[in-house]
């Protein structure tokens, strides 16, 4: 088995872990077991569980700044389509149901919660990032209470994403995110003519 699938499945095991019982309750044997990798294979790769998830983390970011780097082109609904598949990439390592049922566990379990709020704001900071690219190529004039905006657009993505565990589809939670998203915004009057 290569190095990456043993990785892939070191952590989904893991993420499956932290969803059931959050990251203090769940140590290197128990992602062993649960893994089917031994635990020195296991220990080549990552020190301690917060590794794993620290890594996720990570990969979900880099995603996200990857699709917020390509230029876009078009309107304000080009651009917000832009936002919500960068914000889906963020928690792509998870998944929507993994997702949710580990923010669920965060509520119970500091240490999940603490990786939670420092991955929330990595990713507020490459929105706050991106809507300045959206002011640069006058799309929007100016972000007022730019905080309270970028805090709504990130929570608004949440909320309508846990629609995928009630079986709405990516693309009408994703057409529906937009349309609300596009309307939190002020396009710019030098793209815009009505």
């Known amino acids: 088995m290569s190095t990456s699938d043993k990785k892939k499945i070191i952590v989904n095991a893991a993420l499956e872990l932290f969803a059931e019982k959050g990251l203090s309750n769940v140590d290197m044997s128990d992602i062993s077991e649960k893994s089917g990798i031994s635990l020195d ?11 794993i998830l620290h890594e996720t983390f990570k990969k979900g970011q880099r995603r996200m700044e990857e699709i917020f780097r390509d230029p876009v082109m078009g309107n304000m609904e080009n651009y917000m389509e832009v936002m919500f598949d960068g914000l889906e990439a963020s928690i792509s390592p998870w998944g929507p149901e993994l997702y949710f049922s580990a923010l669920y566990q965060a509520t119970k379990d500091k240490a999940l919660k603490d990786a939670f709020l420092r991955s929330s704001r990595s990713m507020g900071f490459a929105v706050k990032s991106f809507l300045a690219q959206m002011v640069a190529m006058s799309i929007i004039d100016e972000v007022e209470n730019v905080e309270k905006v970028n ?34 915004l002020s396009q710019s009057s030098s793209t815009h003519v009505e």
């Open 151 to 184: 805090n709504d657009l990130v929570t608004s993505f949440i909320e309508n994403m846990a629609g995928a565990l009630e079986g709405i589809s990516i693309g009408d939670i994703k057409s529906k995110w937009v349309e609300n998203a596009s309307k939190m």
């Open 41 to 51: 294979d296991i220990s080549a790769y990552y020190e301690i569980p917060g590794d």
